[in-house]
């Protein structure tokens, strides 16, 4: 089945650093790719949707200077966390869209847990 | 405004047994409506997707029904598994501007 790989699977930084997460679509391109922060028993949190070659598209309150997004090709997107604070420490989910249609199976990584000291 | 909640937050069944789980919705227009599972600290797992003229849909042990015109669906697992103790999220896609609108989900554990 469609695979989605996430890098890392967590990370500790500290405070004023920039941590970097890869999301990759392994078996099928995906032109759309959003990316969700997930805390303690809450739903996701679509943070912005990125689409391949163009901008992100952000969510109203995420600041886009902070989340930097990159849809580099079909296959990757990656999600740089800016200057992080610990209040940026949560669970962050991309997931790929395959380019079949709006019925087509939402897959996604498993996350990274970033916990900034 | 678009919004999908589901009942109950949470759930406790004994292994085998049955139980169903509801997702009540308000989004328009409605594109399709999903369920996902997610176990903790993992991204979540597709276990159906439903279109407006489907009225029910099988994954092995989980049926998923809708009712597209009450704007209700629900998720029966069957002869539980202590393996089903996870989180059961309802999305329903709004397709106009291809927004997915996530329900808060039901956590459910399955004790032995």
């Known amino acids: 089945g469609a695979v989605v790989s996430q890098h890392p699977s967590w990370v500790i930084c500290k405070s004023g650093t920039s941590v970097k997460i890869e999301c990759r679509s392994l078996?099928?391109?995906?032109?759309?790719m959003f990316w969700y922060r997930q805390f303690p028993k809450q739903s996701l949190m679509l943070m912005a949707t990125?689409?391949?070659?163009?901008?992100?598209?952000?969510e109203q309150g995420v600041e886009k200077d902070k989340f930097l997004i990159n849809h580099a090709s079909l296959t990757l997107s990656t999600l740089t966390v800016t200057s992080a604070h610990p209040e940026d420490s949560s669970f962050y989910i991309c997931?790929?869209?395959?380019?079949?249609?709006?019925?087509?199976?939402?897959?996604f990584g498993n996350g990274t847990r970033l916990t900034v000291t | 405004k678009n919004q999908v909640e589901q009942s109950p937050q949470s759930l406790i069944i004994l292994e085998g047994k049955n139980c169903t789980l509801q997702?009540?919705?308000?989004?328009?227009?409605?594109?399709?409506l999903r369920w996902y599972k997610q176990d903790t600290g993992r991204g979540p797992v597709s276990l159906t997707i439903?279109?407006?003229s489907e009225n029910t849909k099988s994954n092995g042990r989980y049926t998923a029904t809708l009712d597209a015109d009450t704007k209700q669906s629900s998720l029966h697992i069957t002869a539980s598994q202590l393996s089903d103790s996870a989180s059961y999220i309802c999305?329903?896609?709004?397709?106009?501007?291809?927004?997915?609108?996530w329900g808060l989900g039901t956590s459910l554990a399955v004790n032995p």
């Open positions: 997931s790929a869209l395959p380019a079949t249609g709006d019925n087509s199976p939402l897959h």
């Open positions: 078996d099928f391109q995906a032109t759309t």
């Open positions: 990125s689409n391949e070659g163009s901008k992100a598209t952000y």
């Open positions: 997702c009540n919705y308000t989004v328009s227009p409605f594109s399709n």
């Open positions: 439903m279109t407006f």
């Open positions: 999305v329903v896609y709004a397709g106009n501007n291809r927004k997915l609108i």
